[in-house]
């Protein structure tokens, strides 16, 4: 009878963790455990993607990336590989090809929905394929198909994207693994790729990844660094350097945002004017460097909104950075100033429902409340938002919301909508905390509150980067930004409006423009005493300067203007403009995809599997992170629906409460 009632006990257990419906009857996307090995040799089958290789060309403040990535079935039986992936949240993916059985073969863009169609038939058809989506500008998931056993196919995919510089120092970012999604709460509904089974915390990943990376800046370099990986640097030059990961290195080098930096020599922002002549329509890329930073008189009082994440992944590292962070970022605050503190993870709470005064009693109970703060619950990002959005102050003030977070949800469309309807006269800055956080999340958010997102990955970056938001929010040093011109037609320009520059950060504008390279791009803004500003940037002196071929423009402006229309709501005019952008630029997005099939058909028996890819968790981030309560054993790639498992739990409690009742009978 115990062994019965236990049955009972832990397949009601498993029936809740994995097949509880939200209130549609729809089963919730939580994402789910994978465990590999075990002395089962036939495990090996679960990993299709063997390597991963990333090289990165930087010239400037432009970086092309071409990834390759190699499947491969070690198994007995034909496979579909299903891998969710990131890049960054600046990526404009324009190209992919498929390479199998000797043959080479260049993706089409093709309309979402028509592109999983014709794949979906060639899979049907027994050929190989490829198809690239996008489930978010930063999550993307590659599917191949029909994978025999004893075959090898490298996918090549080809992007390109701006590197903004914040005080003087450049930063490019190559986000090497999805972190799991909260989607608890009705959110993230329909979002089938976050139910994506992932390996236990500090499961190595046996997928190889490497990264090569050439920079090339038009100023002498000062410093070259990375804060995420151990690197091998080559100075090739004053103004060149190679960077290599350690492949000795014991660490695993896929399980964390890869974060190159550097600096010119002579601590200048690079600025200036790049023009792409096109056959109808060119295009330009317009950085301007922010003047010098104002005085401590010129700052109005400020106010500050804190808002911290208290959910289960931010367990460990997160938190407690978290909370050191803001420890620092309270006692920075001046006299004058008032602040608020709001903490959320499954619900959301204030310190104050007023703004506080940055007084010594009031500076004490802030940290009382942030040391009280443990990591449990879910992470319901979008009510904390609006209860801190809702908060009285800043009427008079200089208003700054901080959101810290890994942002490890799935509702960032929602998130930045809630953002830019109800910021009013506030700014929004993000603080990503963690080693693989969701930077969609952060940069999308602080894009709609005009803000800058800062991204923590160690402990020792915590100090630096809360001296890095004080000298952000505080010193605002053109506003109202205009742009005009002279003689030259400009169109198409984003971001617009544009947002104020900082002394910290420069301001980065690209657009279109019809005719000649000549006239002249005028900015026009108020500096911090409240004096006019004008710069003026002449198109002939720029196109003699760096010429007018510049391929990388249209596809930047392009992604920048996809961006844009995403952030607002979908609507039927903007998914059409968006499905006629990325075809027109050949550009990966919501609503286009790359597709690329062999047509040569393969013979074998049946259908294949499909096998998902199970992805290794952040650096730092533990099981709680992850729904289910645990490791779940799943052999050669078969991974249960969790309807699947949840039916299963309820046939078991059926099958023991009807022995219960033979036995008393």
Request: proline residues 7%; contains cysteine.
């Amino acid at each position: 009878m115990k062994v019965l009632l236990r049955l009972t006990y832990f397949a009601v257990v498993y029936g809740l963790l994995f097949s509880v419906s939200n209130a549609d009857g729809e089963a919730p996307s939580a994402p789910y455990f994978q465990i590999l090995g075990n002395g089962d040799d036939r495990s090996s089958e679960s990993l299709p993607l063997r390597s991963s290789a990333a090289k990165v060309a930087i010239a400037g403040t432009i970086a092309r990336i071409r990834l390759t990535q190699r499947y491969a079935n070690t198994g007995s039986v034909p496979i579909e590989a299903l891998y969710v992936f990131p890049a960054s949240t600046r990526a404009a993916v324009h190209g992919m090809t498929l390479s199998t059985g000797g043959r080479v073969i260049a993706a089409r863009i093709r309309e979402s929905v028509k592109a999983k169609a014709e794949y979906e038939t060639a899979k049907a058809e027994k050929k190989t394929a490829a198809l690239l989506e996008e489930h978010r500008p930063n999550v993307f998931q590659m599917s191949v198909a029909n994978l025999l056993p004893g075959d090898d196919v490298d996918v090549e995919i080809e992007w390109t994207e701006t590197i903004p510089a914040v005080d003087s120092t450049y930063e490019f970012v190559f986000p090497t693994v999805v972190g799991p999604r909260y989607t608890g709460g009705g959110a993230g509904k329909g979002d089938a790729w976050t139910a994506n089974p992932h390996l236990a915390a500090g499961k190595r990943s046996p997928v190889t990844f490497t990264l090569d990376a050439d920079l090339t800046t038009t100023l002498p370099l000062a410093e070259v660094t990375c804060p995420s990986h151990p690197v091998a640097v080559d100075f090739k030059a004053k103004d060149r350097a190679s960077v290599k990961i350690d492949s000795k290195s014991s660490e695993d080098p896929g399980n964390r945002d890869f974060i190159l930096r550097w600096k010119l020599g002579n601590q200048q922002v690079d600025a200036g004017l790049l023009l792409h002549r096109g056959k109808d329509t060119s295009h330009f890329l317009l950085q301007i460097a922010p003047p010098p930073r104002v005085t401590p008189d010129q700052i109005p009082p400020r106010d500050y909104v804190m808002v911290l994440d208290v959910s289960g992944s931010m367990e460990g590292f997160p938190l407690n950075t978290a909370k050191e962070l803001l420890r620092k970022l309270v006692t920075g605050l001046r006299p004058d100033d008032t602040f608020n503190v709001v903490r959320f993870a499954s619900d959301s709470g204030a310190l104050s429902e007023e703004p506080l005064a940055a007084n010594a009693e009031n500076l004490k109970l802030a940290k009382e409340f942030i040391d009280q703060q443990t990591p449990s619950g879910g992470t319901e990002l979008c009510a904390a938002l609006k209860q801190a959005l809702a908060l009285p102050g800043g009427e008079n003030r200089s208003r700054s919301i901080l959101l810290i977070t890994d942002g490890y949800v799935s509702t960032e469309r929602e998130a930045a909508g809630l953002v830019r309807e109800n910021i009013g006269n506030a700014n929004l800055f993000t603080f990503g905390i963690g080693t693989a956080v969701n930077r969609e999340l952060l940069e999308s958010v602080a894009r709609a509150g005009g803000g800058e997102p800062v991204v923590v990955t160690t402990v020792k970056e915590a100090d630096p980067a809360a001296l890095k938001f004080r000298d952000l929010v505080s010193n605002p040093v053109l506003a109202k930004v205009r742009i005009t011109a002279e003689g030259v037609a400009l169109a198409g320009i984003e971001p617009d409006p544009h947002p104020d520059v900082f002394a910290a950060r420069p301001l980065i504008v690209t657009g279109t423009w019809k005719g000649e390279p000549s006239g002249r791009i005028i900015v026009r803004g108020i500096v911090g005493n409240g004096a006019p500003f004008e710069k003026i940037i002449d198109l002939a002196e720029a196109a003699a300067a760096t010429g007018l071929d510049h391929p990388a423009l249209p596809v930047l402006w392009a992604r920048e203007r996809v961006r844009h229309l995403s952030d607002l709501r979908r609507d039927a005019e903007s998914i059409r403009e968006i499905t006629s952008l990325g075809m027109s630029y050949s550009l990966l997005t919501p609503y286009t995809s790359f597709l690329a099939i062999d047509e040569t058909p393969r013979e074998f028996a049946g259908l294949a599997k499909a096998v998902k890819q199970p992805l290794p968790l952040p650096k730092g981030v533990g099981n709680s992170a992850v729904g289910g309560g645990g490791p779940a054993m799943v052999r050669n790639g078969s991974v249960p629906e969790p309807g699947s498992i949840g039916l299963i739990a309820f046939l078991v409690v059926l099958l023991a409460l009807q022995r219960q009742r033979d036995l008393e009978a």
